[in-house]
């Protein structure tokens, strides 16, 4: 079974930058489209950015131009690189095959991310 383990979270400032680390388990890992998610307290899980085999990117708009996706294959990792982060950001974030992928991996715990002064 899939194992998904998000890491890199923590407390930053506005304006700070943080770097999201996510390891999967298994090889067939490097076949997916993967997407990274977040979920602030009250409200859905939503897509932040998304990332396909070959590289091909995309991102919400809220976090175009702040954020950038990027994959290392042989390491099974996805890493979210976050900068200007903003208080809005704030959120549990997640990372798990892309919504256009038709199976879901099992979900991650998870890394927290907050933004305070």
């Known amino acids: 079974q899939v194992q998904l383990v998000e890491s890199g979270g923590g407390l930053v400032q506005p304006g700070g930058s943080l770097t999201l680390s996510c390891a999967a388990s298994?090889?067939?890992?490097?076949?997916?489209?993967m997407g990274w998610y977040r979920q602030a307290p009250g409200k859905q899980r939503e897509l932040v950015a998304t990332i396909t085999r070959g590289g091909t990117t995309s991102y919400v708009p809220s976090v175009k131009g702040r954020f950038t996706i990027s994959r290392d294959n042989a390491k099974n990792t996805v890493y979210l690189q976050m900068s200007s982060l903003k208080p809005e950001d704030t959120a549990v974030y997640y990372c798990?095959?892309?919504?256009?992928?038709?199976?879901?991996?099992?979900w991650g715990q998870g890394t927290q991310v907050t933004v305070a002064s």
């Open positions: 798990n095959s892309s919504p256009l992928v038709p199976v879901a991996y099992p």
């Open positions: 298994v090889s067939s890992f490097r076949l997916a489209a």
